[in-house]
């Protein structure tokens, strides 16, 4: 069973920035994707970036510029450096991974980051 472990969130100011990290209990070298998500109450769990096919890189349009996702794949690790923060930024961030396209999703326990005004 596939284990994700986050780290990285916390509280900071607007305009500040944070790295979170996720740490895969698998070798990432051949999976189809992997990356953050982020959920607020009564909101949906929405993309935040994602790394897709160990090349490709996504971001929703609300963090392009402002977040970038990298990984370190002999340490089987997902990065997302988040830089410019605003309080629309508030949520717990989720990291996912799939090991094939199609294949269910596995979820990190997720990490709060919190930005005040």
């Known amino acids: 069973q596939v284990q994700l472990r986050e780290s990285g969130g916390g509280l900071v100011q607007a305009g500040g920035s944070l790295r979170l990290s996720c740490a895969a209990s698998?070798?990432?070298?051949?999976?189809?994707?992997m990356g953050w998500y982020r959920q607020v109450p009564g909101k949906e769990r929405e993309l935040v970036a994602s790394?897709?096919?160990?090349?490709?890189?996504i971001y929703a349009d609300s963090v392009k510029g402002r977040f970038t996702i990298s990984r370190d794949t002999p340490k089987n690790t997902v990065f997302l450096q988040m830089n410019s923060l605003e309080p629309e930024d508030t949520a717990v961030y989720y990291c996912s991974l799939t090991t094939g396209r199609g294949s269910p999703r596995t979820w990190g326990k997720g990490t709060l980051v919190t930005v005040s005004s």
């Open positions: 698998i070798n990432i070298f051949r999976i189809y994707s």
């Open positions: 790394i897709i096919s160990g090349t490709q890189a």
